[in-house]
């Protein structure tokens, strides 16, 4: 299995800014994803993070919106750029060790934007 | 239509209940997860299935992959199992996951 840290757990933002969170497995895994949970709803896939190289984004999300950082096989960020109220979720990063079908998700980081 | 659809939406039991919570999906799947949420928001996976059966202490999963089905057992329930209880299918390619809308289960004391 694999743990996985998230940073920060919570945060109250105002609009315009833009939020850093941080993921971190306790081992080398190839595969993180960055999930986005809005209130009631069910989690949506916003990218996947690739060591080396850009994240691969799905449709209705953009680079511009959520930068995504891969430095190494243990560690990722997503920032949500230039928020706004619509931004506020739960943001869950999971990763996968090879392809395995298993995949480990973060606590997560509950975004609330005023 | 959503490609996995959960049932029922909300449950409520009383504790030492035996629960089943369902999952049908519309797609084919390479395999099956069931996730628990707690309010807080994590997330962790119970079961990762491709056929067959799997258990875990008091929690018992099934998937018949011919009718396209899971179900999700809690035997003996406690209000500790109150959480969303998320079923999410590999439909392809590239490890992503789909997911259901999650089922809100509340078991009383």
């Known amino acids: 299995s694999a743990v996985i840290s998230q940073k920060p757990s919570r945060d109250i933002c105002q609009r315009g800014t833009s939020l850093t969170i941080q993921c971190q497995v306790d081992s080398q895994v190839t595969m993180m994803f960055w999930y986005r949970q809005q209130p009631g709803q069910s989690l949506t896939l916003i990218a996947t993070?690739?060591?080396?190289?850009?994240?691969?984004?799905e449709s209705g999300f953009v680079i511009d919106k959520f930068p995504i950082s891969r430095p190494n096989l243990t560690f990722s960020t997503l920032t949500v750029s230039n928020m706004s109220p619509e931004d506020s979720s739960i943001y869950l990063c999971?990763?996968?060790?090879?392809?395995?079908?298993?995949?480990?998700f973060g606590p997560g980081t509950r975004l609330t934007v005023t | 239509k959503n490609e996995v659809e959960q049932s029922p939406q909300n449950l409520t039991a009383q504790e030492g209940e035996f629960i089943t919570i369902n999952c049908s999906y519309s797609v084919g799947i390479s395999a099956l997860h069931w996730l628990q949420q707690h309010p807080g928001g994590g997330i962790v996976s119970l079961f990762m299935l491709s056929s067959g059966k799997k258990k875990h202490g008091r929690l018992i999963a099934t998937i018949n992959i011919q009718e396209k089905h899971s179900s999700l057992h809690i035997t003996a329930s406690h209000p500790r199992d109150s959480a969303v209880y998320i079923c999410a299918v590999y439909t392809g390619a590239n490890s992503k996951l789909t997911f259901g809308k999650g089922i809100t289960l509340s078991v009383r004391p």
């Open positions: 993070a690739n060591q080396g190289s850009e994240a691969t984004y």
């Open positions: 999971s990763a996968e060790r090879g392809e395995t079908y298993e995949q480990y």
